[in-house]
Nanobody
Framework: VQLQAYGGGLVQAGGSLRLSCSAS????????VAWFRQAPGKVRDRVSC????????YYADSVKGRFTSSRDNAKNTVYLQMNSMEPEDTAVYYCAAREECYSDVLGYYDWWGQGTLVTVSS
């Protein structure tokens, strides 16, 4: 089972981008979905997580107030809306799934997407 993360691209600082995460062999409505990102030469960090119902969301301090995760379970898709983007947001973004958002550790999540590149120009 693999998730598909897409929607990355090039955006200017201050702009917006929306990432999507879908799965063809997994009912995402039963899983929490996290977004991680990995900048060149840096570790992969969790930036957000949304519970299976969408009722709970978690954000890293670096993106609070700028990023919003949401989900459309009818479309089996989770989104990451990124606003007021900064050059520091440049990274490959990955989505990952597990039953709950209990942990921000990579190994906790069972299923991963292939990553989508986001580049923010200054």
């Amino acid at each position: 089972v693999q998730l598909q993360a897409y929607g990355g691209g090039l955006v200017q600082a201050g702009g917006s981008l929306r990432l999507s995460c879908s799965a063809s062999e997994l009912d995402l409505e039963n899983y929490a979905v996290a977004w991680f990102r990995q900048a060149p030469g840096k570790v992969r960090d969790r930036v957000s997580c949304i519970s299976s119902s969408g009722g709970r969301t978690y954000y890293a301090d670096s993106v609070k107030g700028r990023f919003t995760s949401s989900r459309d379970n009818a479309k089996n898709t989770v989104y990451l809306q990124m606003n007021s983007m900064e050059p520091e947001d440049t990274a490959v973004y990955y989505c990952a799934a597990r039953e709950e958002c209990y942990s921000d550790v990579l190994g906790y999540y069972d299923w991963w997407g292939q990553g989508t590149l986001v580049t923010v120009s200054s």
